[in-house]
């Protein structure tokens, strides 16, 4: 029989408060099997690790049992101690007498009984764990990225710049994302594109980059250092080494269609180019809007191509790549601006969205930068924005805190002030939230010198009266009812995810909250890896965040991926699932059970088999096994009916 | 009744020159109230100190003429200590009276102020009448 210590951690008065350590010390002394019992103040502190392996040299101990906070805290901790003394680390249980027994109960008698439970059903699995070396796995040093928005990019070029080999894949037909539509970023106010273009190039330029533009990620299969990706490009129907960009083609494209990129406010043709920096840079068709996939029906830019670049007949190309870890950076979109019918929106061309009014602000927008309103083309002399559109209104839109709209609108303010010297800007708001570096001040700043009205308070309605919109709002500061008749209304929307993202977040299976957006594997020490091993995530698709937050986060992932492709190979936990070929019927239940292909049939000896590096060891299919033939390495039928039994004696 | 805004009314003539006679700038204020939370005669305004502020970056000057805060103040100068923005609010308050004061509205004869009146006349009140309605 095992010789097992058991080691009961007080964690201060964590569980020392409600637990009576003492007794239940001396009750579970002459507990068969416990060779060694002892309690101490803090196990995981280093004294109370030399007492756990002081005590295995000196009781000849083979097993440990520490009872203390959860084994998603210290179990690691632990594991390592007795790698130290050559003990294998599957030989430690963890009893959770803190979280599953102290923090919920105050009966100090009743507590200690049921912590007296816990530890013996621990003992009692121990008694016939194996002991296991981990599995491993080759690596694959490639890494896929999906999106090529500024986290895309970064982490990408971080990665690049380590040496190992990149996927960057897009939907749309360049990179950019949003940040390339901006027009100055807060709060230093640098030109987006000024600062976003060089690494635009370079993703272009970097020899370890591959980039898949206009392309969408189909699926992904396998695990962590061994995935496979299907990628479908979609046709641009434009040959990239063929086009000149002579741009011949756009001016006898008869079709006129809202540009994405000018958020609906100017034109594109069904042949364009996004921007004018677009990477890569080629022309496109969308195939939506062209005529020309009826060939009676139109050709007029393939006749004007002279180099012949375009060829209607296009498919889509699918290309499979092997990769060992994947970041998703697949942004975000505005709220539905739809949504907010009550201030106007749809139903009054200068009511506008932060991102349309970026577009006016931009010297790449339909207005060159000047500022002129979509209506009339006046300049507007009064401009009311509206924080919190869409956010932090938890009955009605979006329940969280969108970060960035109280810093765009205030950095929206500045630059039509800039722009407009005579003109007055006015700020509904319900708090300001300038939380970043410089941010404060440059809220400040723009107050002070510019003269930007903050109103404290919502605005309850909007109409229009000759060409002014009645813009009625509280400031509650005052208790005033402000009237304002307004030129332009912007409304500050919230963000959320990506929308088009939604469809491949949930072909990876990846984990999303309630609203959405990726969950990381823990909300402040882990915050950049997803807990499906492999995938990290980076940029706004993991929550709302800013331009230096969603590069850094970026920085972080591609960090992350660093570290693991710095590795040999993959090391794998030998927890997995089991068959016992003697009792499988090949029923192949197990198959169509397993959430991670890690479940086949030899169609040799009729029996299912376990590919141990898929199996994360979930005990899915050992549920569901009608014969009892699948069981679970160090969690067996046996071991789980001898921790039942200890209940049974009640 | 909304209280009706536009660019004229932000920056009127009177916002103006309160600014020029204070040497202050009204939207550096943020509304933080340390001004009126450390005001000894608070109690007996009708606007209280960060209102006059905020009023003043609403341009609402007509309200700030007229009030009686003005006249309370005693300059103390509490305000304008305590200030993290740096504002001299007693400054401001200075130069609402300053531009009462210039209408010139009047002649003030100290003799025939009736003791009742004198009670209940805030010094500062007083004080600068004399300065300007008895010459």
Redesign the interface.
């Known amino acids: 029989m095992k010789r097992i210590g058991v080691f009961i951690c007080h964690c201060g008065i964590n569980i020392k408060g409600t637990i009576d350590v003492e007794k239940l010390t001396e009750e579970l002394a002459e507990y068969p099997g416990v060779a060694y019992i002892e309690n101490y103040i803090f196990m995981c502190s280093e004294p109370g690790q030399k007492l756990i392996r002081d005590t295995i040299v000196e009781h000849k101990l083979d097993g440990v049992v520490v009872a203390a906070c959860s084994p998603t805290l210290h179990e690691t901790t632990f594991q390592d101690a007795l790698d130290e003394m050559n003990i294998n680390r599957h030989q430690l249980e963890i009893a959770n007498i803190r979280e599953q027994c102290s923090w919920v109960h105050d009966d100090i008698e009743e507590a200690t009984r049921k912590a007296n439970l816990i530890i013996k059903t621990a003992v009692e699995k121990l008694k016939l764990n194996e002991s296991l070396i981990p599995i491993s796995a080759p690596l694959t040093k490639r890494v896929l990225i999906i999106g090529g928005g500024i986290a895309g990019i970064q982490a990408a070029l971080d990665i690049a710049d380590g040496g190992y080999e990149v996927i960057l894949v897009e939907k749309e037909p360049s990179i950019g994302g949003h940040m390339i539509q901006l027009s100055e970023t807060f709060p230093t106010l640098d030109c987006s594109q000024c600062i976003m273009t060089p690494k635009m190039v370079a993703v272009n330029k970097h020899k370890n980059i591959k980039l898949f533009a206009n392309s969408e990620v189909e699926s992904i299969e396998g695990f962590v250092g061994n995935f496979k990706v299907n990628i479908k490009r979609k046709p641009q129907y434009v040959d990239p080494d063929k086009c000149t960009i002579c741009d011949d083609c756009t001016p006898v494209c008869p079709v006129v269609v809202p540009s994405e990129y000018d958020e609906g406010m100017s034109w594109r043709k069904a042949i364009y180019i996004p921007f004018p920096q677009s990477i890569p840079a080629t022309f496109t068709i969308d195939t939506e809007n062209c005529l020309g996939f009826n060939p009676i029906a139109c050709t007029k830019c393939s006749d004007a191509c002279e180099p012949d670049a375009i060829d209607y007949d296009k498919k889509p190309e699918y290309f499979e790549e092997e990769i060992g870890a994947v970041i998703v950076a697949t942004g975000f979109d505005l709220y539905p601006v739809e949504n907010m019918a009550e201030y106007g929106y749809g139903k009054y061309p200068d009511v506008l969205d932060g991102l349309q009014f970026e577009r006016i602000l931009s010297a790449t927008g339909p207005t060159g930068g000047e500022m002129h309103r979509p209506s009339d083309g006046k300049v507007p002399k009064e401009i009311v924005f509206i924080q919190c559109s869409g956010s932090r209104d938890p009955e009605r839109h979006l329940p969280y805190c969108s970060r960035i709209c109280c810093m765009y609108t205030i950095k929206h303010a500045k630059l039509y002030k800039h722009k407009v010297h005579d003109g007055q800007p006015y700020i509904f708001y319900i708090d300001i939230r300038s939380g970043g570096k410089r941010y404060e001040e440059f809220v400040q700043q723009a107050v002070s010198e510019d003269g930007i009205v903050y109103f404290r308070g919502k605005v309850a309605r909007i109409y229009k009266e000759a060409d002014k919109m009645i813009v009625h709002g509280i400031d509650t500061l005052t208790s005033k009812k402000i009237e304002i008749k307004a030129d332009m209304v912007v409304l500050a929307m919230g963000i959320k995810p990506n929308n088009s993202a939604e469809k491949v977040i949930s072909n990876l299976k990846l984990n999303t909250d309630e609203n959405g957006f990726l969950i990381e594997a823990h909300p402040k020490l882990r915050p950049v890896e997803s807990l499906q091993s492999g995938f990290y995530l980076a940029g706004t698709a993991q929550g709302p965040k800013d331009i230096p937050d969603t590069v850094s986060q970026a920085s972080a992932a591609a960090a992350k991926v660093l570290a693991l492709l710095s590795n040999d190979e993959i090391s794998h936990s030998p927890i997995v699932a089991i068959v016992n070929e003697e009792l499988c019927s090949g029923c192949g239940i197990c198959v169509s059970t397993c959430p991670y292909g890690a479940r086949e049939l030899d169609e040799i000896k009729k029996i299912a088999t376990v590919n141990d590096v898929l199996c994360e060891g979930c005990g899915a299919c050992i549920s569901v096994c009608p014969s009892s033939a699948a069981q679970q390495k160090n969690l067996t039928d046996e071991q789980i009916l001898n921790m039942v039994k200890i209940y049974s004696y009640l | 009744?909304?209280?009706?805004?536009?660019?004229n009314i932000?920056?009127n003539e009177l916002v103006g020159k309160i600014e020029e006679l204070s040497g202050q700038?009204v939207?550096?204020c943020?509304?933080c109230g340390t001004c009126s939370a450390g005001c000894p005669v608070v109690e007996y305004m009708d606007i209280m100190p960060n209102?006059v502020m905020?009023?003043a970056?609403?341009g609402?000057t007509e309200d700030l003429i007229n009030s009686k805060t003005i006249w309370i103040c005693s300059a103390c100068l509490q305000c304008s200590t305590r200030c993290p923005?740096g504002i001299e609010v007693a400054k401001v308050m200075e130069a609402l009276r300053s531009i009462n004061l210039r209408k010139r509205v009047g002649t003030l004869d100290p003799n025939k102020i009736e003791t009742e009146d004198l009670k209940d006349l805030p010094p500062i009140a007083l004080v600068g009448a004399f300065r300007k309605l008895t010459g």
């Not at chain 2, 009744?1 to 660019?7: G, H, K, L, Q, V």
């Open positions: 009744m909304s209280y009706e805004i536009s660019r932000v920056r700038n939207f550096d943020y509304q209102q905020r009023l970056q609403f609402a923005k």
